[in-house]
C-alpha cells in the first residue's frame, strides 16, 4: 500500500484547511485509515482515525468538534477537514494505513502498518 498526502498550507487561525490521502496497490476497503501529526521537537501524536468499513471514528481530544475525517470508496481516498485552525495545529501531518487494529489500539502510531510522506500545515496567528 502506497498513501500519498496532500493539502497543506499556511493558514491563518481560524482557517481551514482539508488533507487528502490517496491509496495505491491495494483497496483500503478493509483497512483502519488514521492521521497522525507531529511539531518540532515532539512526538508523533494521533489526531483522528475512521475503521473503512464500519466507518466509526476516532479523534484526539484537542480536535474534537474542529476536525472531520471521512472515506471515499470509490476513490480509495481518506480526507481530513480541519476546521477553526489554532497555532497549536502547526505540524507536519501523515496519514496511516492499519491491516488490522483493536480499538483500543486505535491511537497508537505502533498499530499503523503504512504511512505517507508527510504535509506541511502552518497556522499564523
Known amino acids: 500500500v502506497q498513501l500519498q498526502a496532500s493539502g497543506g498550507g499556511l493558514v491563518q487561525a481560524g482557517g481551514s484547511l482539508r488533507l487528502s490521502c490517496a491509496a495505491s496497490g491495494r483497496t483500503l476497503s478493509s483497512y483502519t485509515m488514521g492521521w497522525f501529526r507531529q511539531a518540532p521537537g515532539k512526538e508523533r501524536e494521533f489526531v483522528a482515525a475512521v475503521k473503512w468499513s464500519a466507518g466509526s471514528t476516532y479523534y484526539a481530544d484537542s480536535v474534537k468538534g474542529r476536525f472531520t475525517i471521512s472515506r471515499d470508496n470509490t476513490k480509495n481516498t481518506v480526507y481530513l477537514q480541519m476546521n477553526s485552525l489554532k497555532p497549536e495545529d502547526t505540524a507536519v501531518y501523515y496519514c496511516?494505513?492499519?491491516?488490522?487494529?483493536?480499538?483500543?489500539?486505535?491511537?497508537?502510531?505502533?498499530?499503523?502498518?503504512?504511512w505517507g510522506q508527510g504535509t506541511q500545515v502552518t497556522v499564523s496567528s
Open positions: 496511516a494505513a492499519a491491516a488490522r487494529v483493536i480499538t483500543t489500539m486505535i491511537r497508537l502510531a505502533s498499530s499503523y502498518d503504512y
